[in-house]
Nanobody
Framework: VRIVESGGGVVQAGGSLRLSCATS????????IGWFRQAPGKEREAVSCLSNRDGIRYYADSVKGRFTTSSDNAKNTVYLQMNSLKPEDTAVYYC????????WGQGTQVTVSS
């Protein structure tokens, strides 16, 4: 199993970014992919997840209405579209799936300046 995040960067408050999570090594359409984030000095928290099997999505209250997760089954890739970004969204964003055990990517840094 391989997970690679990309798309992070520095953006001003109110701006947008789209993160990508490219996966391989498992049957993408059968599994749930989650987005998590970890800010300095804080615990890792769940942001969003998408069940590729039935399309059910979950969003943390802090990002509802601003973030949207989607997938491209042909590319085995999940996206996190982040709009109306706030400084408190600054964190390293990680992609996760459970395939016998938890698998994580290396993370991608998102920095939102005020």
């Amino acid at each position: 199993v391989r997970i690679v995040e990309s798309g992070g960067g520095v953006v001003q408050a109110g701006g947008s970014l789209r993160l990508s999570c490219a996966t391989s090594g498992f049957t993408f359409g059968d599994y749930t992919i989650g987005w998590f984030r970890q800010a300095p000095g804080k615990e890792r928290e769940a942001v969003s997840c998408l069940s590729n099997r039935d399309g059910i999505r979950y969003y943390a209250d802090s990002v509802k209405g601003r973030f949207t997760t989607s997938s491209d089954n042909a590319k085995n890739t999940v996206y996190l579209q982040m709009n109306s970004l706030k400084p408190e969204d600054t964190a390293v964003y990680y992609c996760n799936t459970y395939y016998g055990r938890d698998y994580w990517g290396q993370g991608t840094q998102v920095t939102v300046s005020s």
